[in-house]
């Protein structure tokens, strides 16, 4: 197994999760809103991190891994909003909040790893 195919294996199903649970989403103004964005942001977030895996420089890298983010961080929004509108039940989407929380902190702190390599690199 090569390296981060692990994270991206679990962002896929992240985002087959997050459309199954938009396929659940009943008809109303505020779940249409979320449902179109949300599968947006989900459904992007392991096509860019598989993109900043092939980036060509660690700024790609770094760059790309921020993208992943921020439609994870969306998507967590999303969640949160549907959630405390009690769009669906609690036990369903409390699962799919926690599994966004957590490939957020993955992300970030690889991220994170990557920025301190790009300060110790000397510039040229």
């Given at each position: 197994?090569a390296?981060?195919d692990?994270?991206?294996?679990?962002?896929?199903?992240?985002?087959?999760?997050?459309?199954?649970?938009?396929?659940g989403?009943?008809?109303?103004?505020?779940?249409?809103?979320?449902?179109?964005?949300?599968?947006?942001?989900?459904?992007?977030?392991p096509?860019?991190?598989?993109?900043?895996?092939?980036?060509?420089?660690?700024n790609?890298?770094?760059?790309?891994?921020?993208?992943?983010?921020?439609?994870?961080?969306?998507?967590?929004?999303?969640?949160?909003?549907?959630?405390?509108?009690?769009?669906?039940?609690?036990?369903?989407?409390?699962?799919?909040?926690?599994?966004?929380?957590?490939?957020?902190k993955?992300?970030?702190?690889?991220?994170?790893?990557?920025?301190?390599?790009?300060?110790?690199?000397?510039?040229?």
């Open positions: 197994m390296k981060g692990d994270i991206q294996a679990r962002l896929v199903r992240f985002a087959v999760t997050v459309a199954t649970l938009c396929e989403l009943p008809k109303t103004a505020l779940a249409n809103q979320a449902n179109g964005q949300m599968l947006r942001s989900a459904t992007a977030a096509s860019n991190y598989a993109e900043a895996r092939g980036a060509e420089s660690r790609d890298f770094v760059h790309k891994l921020g993208i992943t983010f921020k439609e994870l961080n969306e998507t967590e929004v999303w969640l949160s909003i549907l959630l405390e509108k009690r769009v669906l039940l609690e036990s369903e989407l409390r699962p799919v909040l926690q599994e966004c929380k957590e490939l957020c993955i992300i970030a702190a690889s991220r994170s790893t990557a920025r301190r390599g790009l300060k110790s690199t000397p510039q040229t």
